[in-house]
């Protein structure tokens, strides 16, 4: 019987874990209700890594008095059956995946670790040179840089502007702008001058008064930046501005960072 209201989750991996980390929280977050202690657990590469993580999954599972979660990216086949030893419920991605898609392939599969993210056919340099651009023109920095952009993000200050492009970079590799539109820029009907020859990079990211009240609040509390009077008029402007503007919107009050990223890359892709 479970003791504690969180269930225990251990994610393994033989790399830096973005992989099953990613795979496990999309699975975990399908269960409403539930809540989850999660343990990361990267670079998990050899016996005497494996054999710490069983026991503290073992620890965890006597503790709780259910077996853990544990999803696993191992590629080394002894490493994987060695995991199998504990008393956790193991979710063995590649056992699970590789041989259904070896045998559609028909061939054989030649593990390599951190292929996902390391390879140098898969763009990884390409996601860090974006990462590189993201960081150089955050917040309306350097702003003669935005002819190389792939997009550019506008929105009010704490809109989710630099966490969306950093995630664009990262995931992606596309070059993300961002540009917080200022008070200044709002008193006016038309878009910025520093904008106007970027319209087509443009998507817009509006946000509801009271969420961005909330958000500002944790910046700056107690603030006029802040206050939720404020925080509706900047909206109200913006969204004024926005209606003249054939611009595509997305809404970052209802959609996360990782549906947000999704939906910009979607608009970028449909305009190539």
């Known amino acids: 019987m479970?003791?504690?209201?969180?269930?225990?989750?251990?994610?393994?991996s033989d790399h830096t874990g973005i992989t099953?980390?990613?795979?496990?929280?999309?699975?975990?977050?399908?269960?409403?209700g539930l809540e989850f202690d999660i343990h990361s657990l990267p670079f998990t590469d050899n016996a005497d890594a494996v054999r710490s993580a069983i026991e503290r999954i073992d620890a965890s599972a006597l503790a709780s008095g259910v077996p853990p979660l544990v999803f696993a990216?191992?590629?080394?086949?002894?490493?994987?059956?060695?995991?199998?030893?504990?008393?956790?419920?193991?979710?063995?991605?590649?056992?699970?995946?590789?041989?259904?898609?070896?045998?559609?392939?028909?061939?054989?599969a030649t593990p390599r670790r951190g292929q996902t993210h390391g390879g140098a056919d898969n763009g990884y340099l390409d996601r860090i040179g974006a990462l590189e651009f993201a960081l150089a023109t955050d917040d309306g920095v350097a702003v003669k840089r935005y002819q190389?952009?792939?997009v550019i993000l506008i929105g009010l200050s704490r809109?989710?502007?630099?966490?969306?492009?950093?995630?664009?970079?990262?995931?992606?590799?596309?070059?993300?702008?961002?540009d917080p539109l200022t008070e200044e820029d709002l008193d006016s009907p038309r878009l910025p001058e520093r904008l106007q020859a970027f319209r087509h990079k443009l998507v817009a990211l509006r946000i509801e008064p009271e969420?961005?009240?909330r958000v500002r609040e944790q910046r700056r509390p107690d603030s006029r930046y802040a206050s939720l009077e404020q925080c509706r008029y900047e909206v109200r402007q913006f969204e004024s501005l926005?209606?003249?503007?054939?611009?595509?919107v997305?809404?970052?009050?209802?959609?996360?960072?990782?549906e947000l990223a999704a939906s910009v890359v979607r608009i970028v892709r449909s305009e190539e």
Do not use: W
């Open 211 to 213: 969420r961005l009240h």
């Open 2 to 12: 479970n003791t504690t209201s969180r269930y225990p989750v251990f994610l393994l």
């Open 73 to 108: 990216t191992l590629i080394d086949a002894p490493l994987r059956e060695q995991l199998h030893g504990c008393r956790g419920q193991v979710f063995d991605i590649y056992a699970t995946l590789l041989g259904p898609v070896a045998e559609a392939l028909h061939a054989e």
């Open 250 to 258: 997305l809404d970052s009050s209802r959609m996360s960072i990782e």
């Open 159 to 178: 809109s989710g502007k630099t966490p969306t492009s950093l995630y664009l970079a990262l995931q992606y590799g596309l070059r993300a702008a961002n």
């Open 242 to 248: 926005l209606s003249g503007l054939d611009i595509p």
């Open 148 to 150: 190389d952009a792939d």
């Open 20 to 32: 099953v980390e990613k795979l496990a929280r999309s699975l975990l977050s399908q269960f409403a």
